[in-house]
């Protein structure tokens, strides 16, 4: 049975950073695409980084890029979301995902649909 547990998130000041973790078990890591989601009350979850099971290649929504990184770590079964230079729309909860379909992450990862997914980490960005 796959299972995604996220854990990391918090309270940060504007221009700080924070590092996502998602703990997984009941599959191999780099055999599945993996994927973080943001989402706010009120709208669906969008991608915002994506990493490939295809070869690696990773990918974020324009939002992020150059603040966000997405790294897997296969011996501690864990996926990460390394998020600096936070601004206040950042806030909201955060989504690891999972799906063993090889995505193209570089591509526009809003959208992918991923099958499985964690409960949740709340990410709060404010003065």
């Known amino acids: 049975q796959l299972r995604l547990v996220e854990s990391g998130g918090g309270l940060v000041q504007p221009g700080g950073s924070l590092r996502l973790s998602c703990r997984v078990s009941?599959?191999?890591?780099?055999?599945?695409?993996m994927g973080w989601f943001h989402q706010i009350p009120g709208a669906e979850r969008g991608g915002v980084a994506c990493?490939?099971?295809?070869?690696?290649?990773?990918g974020y929504a324009d939002s992020v890029k150059g603040r966000f990184t997405i790294s897997r770590d296969s011996a501690k079964n864990t996926l990460y979301l390394q998020m600096n230079s936070l601004k206040p729309e950042d806030t909201g909860v955060y989504y690891c995902?999972?799906?063993?379909?090889?995505?193209?992450?570089?591509?526009?990862?809003?959208?992918?649909?991923?099958?499985?997914w964690g409960q949740g980490t709340q990410v709060t960005v404010s003065s």
């Open positions: 995902a999972a799906d063993p379909t090889p995505f193209d992450c570089t591509g526009n990862v809003r959208n992918l649909e991923f099958g499985s």
């Open positions: 009941g599959f191999t890591l780099d055999a599945y695409s």
């Open positions: 990493i490939s099971s295809m070869d690696g290649s990773t």
